[in-house]
């Protein structure tokens, strides 16, 4: 669930006479990858404590981006990661709003009203800090079910056994996709397609590089295996994710994507987290992450050389509904936050 549908649901508890909350995204870009470190940098190094914020940020940012910035008002201001923070704190200071972050911001935590923090990211506690297992998801339940049984009714999966295929990208300071792992994924993929007489539905990520989008092209042409696969780089309906997610029965993510794999086992299925080559095992924090989810949601793992039988072994499982492990946490969030 999101914060700001969970934001909604604690607002309306107070009755009609209280007023709805409304949302807007600005997307912050930034004029070079060099002028985003730069910017980052300054921000730990003063500790979020930064003089002239607003002319660093005008340097740093796209004119379109720091415009949005500047024009924006709110009474409350959510940003994720450490990019965005200093964004965050510039905003809610000129506004006088609560400012809420969501993933570890690298600042105190007295520059935030809430900051909701996964497991894996390790910060001391605090009165402000709340924790989830799986990243948050924008993707309502309901509408994952919705889109995905007219997906199915659409390309005609009525009693099939339908397989989704999230790809991932690189990621900074991690590790990314590999060539060789994803061809031998891409073989032990469709040699169970074949065996199994199943489909597989594929979407990627922005962060997924061309040559993994050329791989997929090229060998999932064949529409009876695969009747959908959508390069987000290219063309990306909306709806794309959500539709995919309820039409599916197991789901295949790349390991690398903590927002991919929280979505799938946020959507009730179970989830098969691919790591790029069975050389390759995660950094520390990702390996927190995958245990913390594993721990409570029906996630596997497998490299290219296991992956036949994971998928085997994922076929029999099903997931069931179950209560949201961070439910509890995101609630007193919202509440501290309004």
């Known amino acids: 669930m999101g914060l700001v549908e969970e934001l909604r649901r604690e607002r309306s508890l107070g009755g009609p006479a209280r007023r709805p909350v409304r949302s807007r995204v600005i997307e912050v870009v930034f004029r070079s990858e060099a002028r985003r ?8 190094l003063l500790r979020g404590h930064v003089p002239l914020r607003d002319r660093l940020l005008r ?3 796209t004119p379109s981006s720091w415009e949005a910035l500047a024009r924006a008002h709110a009474d409350i201001v959510i940003s994720t990661g450490s990019s965005s923070a200093l964004c965050n704190i510039h905003l809610s200071r000129r506004t006088l709003a609560r400012s809420v972050v969501i993933m570890d911001p690298g600042l105190p935590q007295g520059h935030f009203t809430a900051m909701i923090v ?3 990211d390790k910060i001391r506690h605090g009165k402000n800090v709340y924790r989830t297992v799986a990243a948050l998801s924008a993707l309502a339940p309901a509408e994952v079910v919705r889109s995905g049984a007219e997906l199915r009714r659409r390309l005609g999966l009525e009693g099939r056994a339908v397989i ?9 300071g991690g590790q990314g996709l590999d060539r060789d792992g994803l061809v031998k994924t891409v073989d032990a993929l469709l040699q169970h397609l074949r065996t199994t007489k199943s489909v597989v539905l594929i979407t990627t990520s922005r962060r997924t590089p061309d040559w993994v989008a050329e791989i997929l092209k090229s060998r999932f042409s064949n529409k009876e295996h695969c009747p959908l ?4 780089t290219e063309s990306n309906p909306p709806g794309t994710m959500a539709a995919i997610l309820g039409a599916a029965d197991q789901v295949l993510v790349t390991a690398e994507s903590v927002s991919m794999i929280s979505e799938a086992v946020r959507a009730s299925k179970p989830v098969l987290a691919l790591h790029p080559s069975d050389s390759i095992q995660p950094k520390p924090k990702h390996r927190r992450f995958l245990q913390s989810l594993g721990a409570r949601y029906p996630l596997i793992e497998s490299g290219p050389s296991g992956l036949e039988q994971a998928l085997s072994n994922l076929s029999r499982r099903r997931a069931e509904p179950a209560s949201d492990p961070d439910r509890a946490d995101l609630s007193a969030a919202a509440k501290a936050i309004l």
Do not use: E
Request: with cysteine; net charge positive; proline share 4%.
């Open 59 to 61: 340097w740093a940012l």
């Open 118 to 120: 996964p497991y894996h």
């Open 37 to 44: 470190s730069i910017c980052s940098a300054t921000a730990r």
């Open 229 to 232: 696969l959508v390069i987000v």
């Open 164 to 172: 989704g295929f999230l790809v991932g990208g690189d990621v900074r």
